[in-house]
């Protein structure tokens, strides 16, 4: 656990100046609750063989920008004036917020590597190569994951419609 998260500190979504080569010193650097949803994201992540996914599935990538993600929400949400709670929220949501494309990287190998392909042929956004090849996207993949894991209802729902967010009601 102590690899994993400083491979997590010092990875490029993080963006550090300088390497940290301690738990204390990530611990300071990152907070606890970075710390607590970083590796969050990396379990998940853990079990994904990159041999069990289709080639141009990049998974690095899918973590460092979810990632990315989460900590841009959080800041949003703190800028905002929101409580640490609702900040908290953000950052959870943003963590996961791909979380489908690991179901449909692994589960659906084929048609996933079709939708990347789609995708990237006729530059399009993903969810709509997703829409096309396999009739849903990876948002709403992930949406019934985290609802089948009972995660509060804001996080399912912004997980959902993070590429549709004007059909959240």
């Not at 096309?132 to 009972?150: K, P, S, Y």
Request: glycine share 8%; hydrophobic share 45%; charged share 20%.
């Amino acid at each position: 656990m102590s690899a994993k998260l400083l491979q997590v500190v010092n990875s490029a979504a993080i963006g550090l100046p300088m390497k940290v080569a301690s738990v204390v010193q990530a611990v300071r650097v990152l907070g606890l609750d970075t710390i607590k949803d970083s590796l969050l994201l990396s379990g998940l992540f853990a079990p994904v063989r990159k041999d069990k996914v289709p080639a141009e599935f990049d998974l690095e990538q899918v973590w460092s920008h979810s990632l990315l993600v989460a900590r841009f929400a959080r800041s949003i949400a703190r800028g905002e004036g929101s409580t640490e709670q609702f900040a908290g929220d953000c950052f959870t949501s943003g963590l996961l917020h791909d979380v489908g494309q690991l179901v449909l990287a692994t589960k659906l190998q084929k048609e996933f590597r079709e939708a990347l392909l789609l995708a990237r042929d006729q530059a399009i956004p993903l969810s709509r190569a997703e829409r096309r090849v396999l009739g849903i996207t990876h948002a709403e993949v992930g949406g019934v994951l985290l609802e089948l894991w009972e995660l509060p209802h804001s996080i399912v729902e912004t997980v959902t419609f993070h590429s549709t967010p004007g059909r959240i009601s």
